[in-house]
């Protein structure tokens, strides 16, 4: 099992940044794959950013140039950093970790954009 525990969302205005930070603890094993999904009100959840254990990264169109992935496996844990938010970046984040087996997820951390 992998608990994963997602924070630093919140309030932004448009032209902002955010970080968000995801935490994984449990049976973690390489290789793997770590990455961020958004979900926005009435909306399937879809792909962000996703980086393997070994750094290689894969972004949406939708944030190319405005979003980081990064991670520190020392620590297990995978951060987005997020630059000149648009009000279509409003939307419910969650953090995944996919292992050998299996998908896993975090709870989720809601970024609104808003004037």
């Known amino acids: 099992q992998v608990q994963l525990v997602e924070s630093g969302g919140g309030l932004v205005q448009p032209g902002g940044s955010l970080r968000l930070s995801c935490a994984a603890s449990?049976?973690?094993?390489?290789?793997?794959?770590m990455g961020w999904y958004r979900q926005a009100p009435g909306k399937q959840r879809e792909f962000v950013a996703s980086?393997?254990?070994?750094?290689?990264?894969v972004y949406a169109d939708s944030v190319k140039g405005r979003f980081t992935i990064s991670r520190d496996n020392a620590k297990n844990t995978v951060y987005v950093q997020m630059n000149s938010l648009r009000s279509e970046d409003t939307a419910v984040y969650y953090c995944?970790?996919?292992?050998?087996?299996?998908?896993?997820w975090g709870q989720g951390t809601q970024v609104t954009v808003s004037s």
């Open positions: 980086i393997t254990s070994s750094g290689s990264t």
């Open positions: 995944s970790f996919r292992g050998s087996t299996r998908v896993y």
């Open positions: 449990g049976s973690i094993f390489s290789p793997n794959v």
